[in-house]
């Protein structure tokens, strides 16, 4: 369907570059281009050929810019509607007045991910397609990418509609013993299938796991004594000298993130302010600082001084972190070569390593990178197959749908009545077009679409 009002949005980033591109979608895009450009040799713009020619304001005859126009016709553009887009100089303010004279003309400006959604709404792809757009542009690593352009090719897309097509033969056959009881249904037929669909669900949503973090990434915090070496080991995890070290005990002050890409996930690393007993009020409020990034991490590393004996500040920390997933990191090592990282001294519900690094000569550092990844449950490398489910939403949606079908699957073993059967395969159903936008209401749409910036 093409929308009677024509949107128009700047589609390449603000700032300067070689080429700006303003973009038009919608039944009036060829009008509204054709008021503004003027060919250089005359004649109407043909869909699909690239004409050069000049912006001109109608008002008063001014040119604006050179540019290369393009008309893509419905329904074979990225909106399946009528597109338009001119491609002129890359400048803040000349796009700006393009954009503008589009707008005098009769269009509209676009609202985030406006044009990605009419391209959902008309057909052109389903919703994983669509933010698979949004996560190809927002990748922070390689396998980020890779995942995300796995989706694009819609995989997801047919395995969740193959899913939903033998879920529906289910429901009409349940449908059938409800509206005919008096027919010989054997229920048991419907085993198979139920099963077979429920392990795909869980079999999917148990990818997510690893799926979600490439795509989002982990907050990993490091925490220790002052001076253990914290801010060295930042800046060898990111080889770069991003934090400052000195011999200095006290030398952070305040927290300091920065993304590194361990094997492929983009984790945000924190160093914090040593923590001391003996610390002064502005130590004590990069404590508190320290306290509160622990708390939004997905892992501790809690660093110790290998050359040192470990101290009542060493236990009152690691009281601090009893509560999350802790990677215990002797630093320092170097000055005591040959020494394996010594058995960690207090009790602590969810240790997840212990290793030695040195930050001033690498050694121990691979470890801790392959400790760390393992510790937030992906494989280190890139994932064998690139079908993984790295979407929050969809995992949300493939655990309800997980629901329905235990529940079906359970309930039909139980023999519950054929209406209680048809309304746990419909919940599951619901949940999975939720996934391909099937199902899915204007407001979840909107949500999902607001996230996308203006001109995708
Ligand atoms: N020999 C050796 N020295 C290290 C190592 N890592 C850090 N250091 C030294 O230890 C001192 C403190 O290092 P930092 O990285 O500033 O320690 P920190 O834990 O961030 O200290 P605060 O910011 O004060 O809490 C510096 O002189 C570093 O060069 C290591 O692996 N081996
Ligand atoms: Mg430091």
Redesign the pocket.
């Known amino acids: 369907m093409m929308y009677d009002d024509t949107i128009a949005a700047i589609a390449t980033p603000p700032g300067e570059g070689g080429v700006g591109i303003v973009r038009l979608s919608g039944s009036h895009s060829l009008p509204i281009a054709q008021a503004i450009f003027r060919p250089r040799r005359p004649g109407p713009l043909r869909s699909h050929r690239v004409r050069y020619g000049q912006v001109v304001d109608p008002s008063d005859g001014r040119v604006v810019d050179e540019v290369l126009a393009v008309l893509m016709q419905a329904p074979r553009s990225f909106t399946g509607e009528d597109v338009v887009e001119l491609s002129g100089h890359g400048g803040t303010l000349v796009m700006q007045e393009v954009l503008g004279l589009t707008l005098a003309a009769g269009a509209r400006l676009a609202h985030p991910g406006e044009f990605s959604m009419r391209a959902f709404l008309n057909g052109r792809m389903d919703l994983t397609q669509a933010e698979a757009i949004l996560d190809i542009i927002q990748a922070q690593t390689s396998t980020g990418l890779a995942l995300a352009q796995a989706q694009l090719g819609g995989w997801l897309a047919r395995e969740v509609r193959r899913i939903r097509t033998d879920l529906l033969e289910a429901l009409a056959y349940v449908t059938v013993t409800i509206d005919f009881p008096e027919d010989e249904v054997d229920p048991q037929d419907l085993a198979p299938t139920l099963t077979a669909c429920r392990q795909a669900v869980e079999h999917l949503l148990a990818t997510a796991d690893q799926g979600v973090i490439y795509r989002q990434g982990a907050r990993v915090v490091?925490l220790?004594?002052?001076?253990?070496?914290?801010?060295?080991?930042?800046?060898a995890l990111l080889r770069t000298n991003r934090?400052?070290?000195?011999?200095?005990?006290?030398?952070?002050?305040d927290t300091l993130e920065e993304t590194a890409n361990l094997d492929g996930i983009p984790v945000v690393l924190v160093?914090?302010?040593?923590i001391s007993e003996s610390a002064d009020p502005i130590e004590r409020l990069g404590v508190e600082r320290s306290r509160e990034a622990l708390a939004l991490a997905d892992l501790a590393l809690l660093?110790l001084d290998i050359?040192q004996p470990v101290s009542r500040d060493d236990r009152q920390i690691a009281e601090l972190t009893l509560e999350k997933p802790t990677l215990v990191v002797w630093?320092?090592?170097?000055?005591e070569p040959g020494h394996a990282p010594p058995h960690f001294p207090f009790a602590h519900p969810h240790l997840v390593g212990n290793v030695a690094?040195?930050?001033?000569?690498g050694a121990g550092m691979e470890d801790l990178v392959r400790t760390i990844v393992g510790a937030l449950s992906v494989q280190g490398t890139a994932p064998g197959g690139s079908h993984l489910v790295t979407n929050p939403r969809h995992r949300e949606v493939l655990s309800r749908a997980a629901a329905g079908l235990r529940a079906a699957t359970e309930g039909q073993a139980a023999g519950v009545p054929a209406d209680l059967l048809a309304g746990d395969l419909t919940t599951a159903l619901n949940a999975l077009g939720e996934i391909t936008g099937e199902t899915i209401t204007d407001d979840l749409l909107d949500t999902i679409f607001s996230r996308f910036c203006i001109g995708k």
Do not use: C, E, F, Q
């Open positions: 490091l220790g004594r002052p001076n253990v070496g914290k801010s060295s080991l930042l800046n934090a400052i070290v000195t011999p200095i005990p006290g030398t952070t002050r160093d914090t302010a040593g660093v050359h630093n320092k090592a170097d000055l690094t040195s930050a001033l000569t």
